[in-house]
């Protein structure tokens, strides 16, 4: 039945607005060995990941990815031409001929995350019985109840400690989540190119409500495995979820092997982490989002004769921010 199935159109946001030749560098290793070796263990290699970067990307972080992301050959496209949303990406997967049966199932990995190497096969086979079933609503949002969180090695948090008022050091763990519905940000949409719908709809979080409002179907998988792995690092983006549960013993091999990710290399990796600079400001893209924003109304005014000299001077200090967002990410951060 898995045939009948669409190939499932994986997207990835990778240094999105980014300058800072460390973030790249540290960035390589988690891509290089967690996400690209999970995708390319997949026991269903029907997928094509579309890979979203900037077209003035620092040539040598270019390269790097070149390299990093060769194995897939034609699975993986770098695209440098369209903007990350949800119109875009479904218009992506009919132009590569990726609807089967009137049907494009698309997916989203984070660039440091790994799924268990039977994530494709799963979503895939569940995705074709759905298609089948003649009662079916017009579109089904598909998520994983279980999954992990792993603190790779030991480090400062930075929005933990400025909260506190006190350093706050994070230890080595693997966790798994407690199961809340659509906690992970791994979701799996199946629909018709034409209703506008994709895993990019919304963010994660709300996709439950929006589709279950819109009254299509809502899938929440529970699987005895936990099947998705969220790693955090010294440059991690989104909050730690901390002392949700007692932390798991593990041996690497195992979950290496559950996930398919490079263990030389990410024991090289952690290894290497005092080497590694912080990220000192988080939630980057959505800041250089809104800078650029309030820029663009800013030089409108200017344009229309409307500018005061309150705007003028605030239109210094966002070409700042913005410069600062994209040039100034890392840095060492005494802890």
Known sequence: MIDQAPPMLLVTRYGKGVKDERWFRHREHLIGAITVPSLLAQTDPNFTWLIHIDADMPASARARLDEIVRPFGDRVILDTENRYNNHVLIGIGERLGMVRDG???????????????????????????????????????????????????????????????????RDAALRPFKPVEFQGDSVFVVAPPALGVSCLAIAHGKMQGMFRDAGYEVDWMMPETPMWL??????????????????????????????????????????????????????????????????????????????????????????????????????????
């Open 103 to 169: 049907f494009l199932l698309t997916g989203r990995i984070d660039d440091d995350d790994a799924w268990h190497v039977d994530t494709v096969r799963i979503v895939r086979e569940r995705a074709a019985r759905w298609i089948a079933r003649p009662d079916h609503p017009p579109a089904v949002v598909m998520s994983f109840a279980l999954g992990y969180e792993w603190v790779m090695y030991r480090f400062y948090d930075l929005d933990a400690s400025k909260k506190a008022g006190k350093t706050v050091m």
């Open 230 to 335: 969220y790693t955090r690092h010294k440059q991690v983006s989104t909050n730690i979820l901390h002392g949700m549960v007692t932390p798991l013993e593990f041996r690497m091999e195992e979950l290496a092997r559950d996930f398919g990710f490079d263990q030389e290399g990410v024991e090289d990796y952690i290894a290497q982490a005092d080497d590694f600079d912080y990220l000192l400001e988080k939630r980057t893209e959505h800041r250089r989002g809104l800078a650029a924003r309030e820029l663009r109304e800013i030089d409108a005014a200017i344009r229309n004769g409307e500018a005061t000299r309150e705007m003028k001077a605030r239109r210094e200090e966002l070409v700042r921010e913005i410069d600062m967002l994209a040039n100034n990410l890392v840095g060492s951060v005494p802890a």
